[in-house]
T-cell receptor, first 114, second 111 residues
Framework: DTEVTQTPKHLVMGMTNKKSLKCEQH?????MYWYKQKAKKPPELMFVYSYEKLSINESVPSRFSPECPNSSLLNLHLHALQPEDSALYLC?????????????FGPGTRLLVL | QKEVEQNSGPLSVPEGAIASLNCTYSDRGSQSFFWYRQYSGKSPELIMFIYSNGDKEDGRFTAQLNKASQYVSLLIRDSQPSDSATYLCAVIINAGNMLTFGGGTRLMVKP
């Protein structure tokens, strides 16, 4: 089973709202990722967690705050977003934390910021 | 120069033909290579991965890797309209675990 789940599927929020995106995997993977994808563009890496610790932050604005409560869960807390943050947010996981492990993507959360 | 490059397409092929998708990469330290398929509005779905030079076949899909020439390709035999999607080439450079994506090639298979 290579399933990564994400909730919610769709989210509409105002610029003053606080919301959270959730991601879960039960494959025993030790690395988890957040990506942002705009229309007709490839996914852009935002954060990487290895063994529940943040290992990579690709200079993401502080209005995005990741959290990894345990090895199966990954959250992305959103606060004071801008309309240009509207995008598809993808979570992924991989067994390996280095050396080229295959990443499996969840279905994504489509976010619209008004 | 972009690290991973793909022709954006669209690549149009008739149903039943072979679709050939190409990808070049700039870093000779690249070790792992992936092809993802992404339907409009959906998330990327892993199609193939390849680590060694040569061909790797899985059903109608064949991935080809040539490290000397720094390209990786995906062949889809007996193309079906359901294969119409954007195909993303992704590379992991050195010993890291960060995927670097190409811009994607849009494939259209016409009945």
């Amino acid at each position: 089973d290579t399933e990564v789940t994400q909730t919610p599927k769709h989210l509409v929020m105002g610029m003053t709202n606080k919301k959270s995106l959730k991601c879960e995997q039960h494959m025993g993977h030790r690395a988890m990722y957040w990506y942002k994808q705009k229309a007709k563009k490839p996914p852009e890496l935002m954060f990487v967690y290895s063994y529940e610790k943040l290992s990579i932050n690709e200079s993401v604005p502080s209005r995005f705050s990741p959290e990894c409560p345990n090895s199966s869960l990954l959250n992305l807390h959103l606060h004071a977003l801008q309309p240009e943050d509207s995008a598809l947010y993808l979570c992924a996981s991989s067994q390996a934390t280095s050396g080229g492990g295959t990443q499996y993507f969840g279905p994504g959360t489509r976010l619209l910021v008004l | 120069q972009k690290e991973v490059e793909q022709n954006s397409g669209p690549l149009s092929v008739p149903e039943g033909a072979i679709a050939s998708l190409n990808c070049t990469y700039s870093d000779r330290g690249s070790q792992s290579f992936f092809w993802y398929r992404q339907y409009s509005g959906k998330s990327p779905e892993l199609i193939m991965f390849i680590y060694s030079n040569g061909d790797k076949e899985d059903g109608r899909f064949t991935a080809q890797l040539n490290k000397a020439s720094q390209y990786v390709s995906l062949l889809i035999r007996d193309s079906q309209p359901s294969d119409s999607a954007t195909y993303l080439c992704a590379v992991i450079i050195n010993a890291g675990n960060m995927l670097t994506f190409g811009g994607g090639t849009r494939l259209m298979v016409k009945p």
